[in-house]
């Protein structure tokens, strides 16, 4: 099976081509496509160089399943082109999340979705993604009425010049700014542009997304999405009210039970999730779980997650897997 992976000298790219190795992914043939800037370099799969090639070259190599992550302008002008020549294509922009023509998918939650129709699929914003995984299950149990959400993103989600923007201001030296203030000892509440409402686009990404995810758009959204200095992995403050009353001891054995999610709710013992201890990880981690006293059938819990890997490109593989059985089908 011939894999294109759009953006494969970026962050998230290049995450996508780890993760294809480490699930074994049916590839015979691995196209990695890049801008102008970057065709010619050499990116390694399964211990062996390939040829970064221009997007372009990359359709015209006929990929069976096309893996983005080049960013919206580049998905809206390419992911048609792919799709018109028969290939399947997994976009982690934002570009078609809220396309009614087009899934928006986690498979742990509504995979089944998925059709031999569907050639453009979108992946979700990372900070929606680990926020549902446990939600979702949650949700089938005791029915949400309200999440109020406060995230805490890392630079990664930003990209390699962030990183470098941080890592610069550390060592005391002046580096190109990709934020309007410093990030190293700080704190911006500020991801994404600003929009007439007073929320930024991520925060009404989790808005919209949980509720075409979810498939219910009674539920009541609000989101505050922050970024701090922290290297890698997204950590999230959910406040749930339900429209059913429920026992801790039910929430947990559900999560428990749940694929992709870890439980880490020992504060007895200081067991609790933390980005540092998620990196390079596929599981969402949950903990901190308490009753919200103010309100009815309330819940507090903390969810932690490596935003590059089930954030962005683990969950775009594990769509692509849901394909396989699709190629050659319309």
């Known amino acids: 099976m011939k894999v294109a992976v759009v953006g494969a000298t970026g962050l998230v790219g ?32 399964r211990g062996k160089p390939w040829t970064v090639v221009s997007v372009e070259e990359a359709i015209a190599r006929r990929p069976e399943i ?23 294509v997994v976009d982690n922009s934002s570009c078609w999340r809220m396309d009614p023509g087009k899934k928006l998918v986690v498979p742990e939650i ?35 009425k309200r999440i109020v959400v406060s995230t805490y993103q890392s630079v990664s989600g930003t990209g390699y010049k962030a990183l470098a923007q941080m890592e610069a201001e ?27 409402n007073g929320y930024t686009k991520e925060e009404m990404k989790m808005v919209n997304e949980t509720h075409k995810i979810l498939a219910d758009d009674s539920i009541g959204v609000s989101a505050t999405t922050v970024r701090v200095p922290v290297t890698g992995g ?22 428990s039970e749940t694929p992709g999610v870890v439980l880490q709710d020992d504060p007895a013992n200081l067991v609790y999730p933390m980005p540092l201890y998620a990196e390079d990880k596929d599981e969402v981690f949950v903990g901190r779980l308490r009753r919200d006293f103010s309100v009815q059938n309330g819940l507090n819990l ?9 954030g962005a490109a683990t969950n775009a593989v594990q769509i692509a897997e849901r394909l396989i059985g699709f190629i050659g089908k319309k």
């Open 170 to 196: 550390r060592r005391g030296e002046q580096a190109p700014k990709v934020y309007p203030y410093p990030i190293d000892k700080n704190i911006l509440p500020h991801i994404d542009s600003f929009l007439e």
């Open 234 to 255: 997204h950590s999230e403050s959910v406040n749930i009210e339900f429209a059913q009353p429920f026992s801790l001891e039910q929430v947990r054995g559900i999560l």
């Open 302 to 310: 903390w969810c932690v997650a490596d935003n590059l890997r089930k």
């Open 110 to 144: 509504n995979g089944g979705v998925l059709t031999p129709e569907d050639f453009i699929i979108a992946n979700p914003n990372c900070s929606t993604i680990q926020m549902l995984l446990p939600l979702a299950p949650l949700h089938k149990a005791f029915t949400i």
């Open 14 to 45: 290049s995450k996508m081509i780890k993760v294809l190795e480490e699930r074994n992914f049916p590839v015979t043939e691995l196209i990695p496509a890049a801008s102008e800037r970057s065709v010619g370099r050499t990116v390694f799969f």
């Open 66 to 88: 096309a893996l983005f992550s080049a960013g919206a302008g580049p998905s809206r002008t390419y992911a048609p082109l792919f799709a018109e020549a028969g290939c399947r």
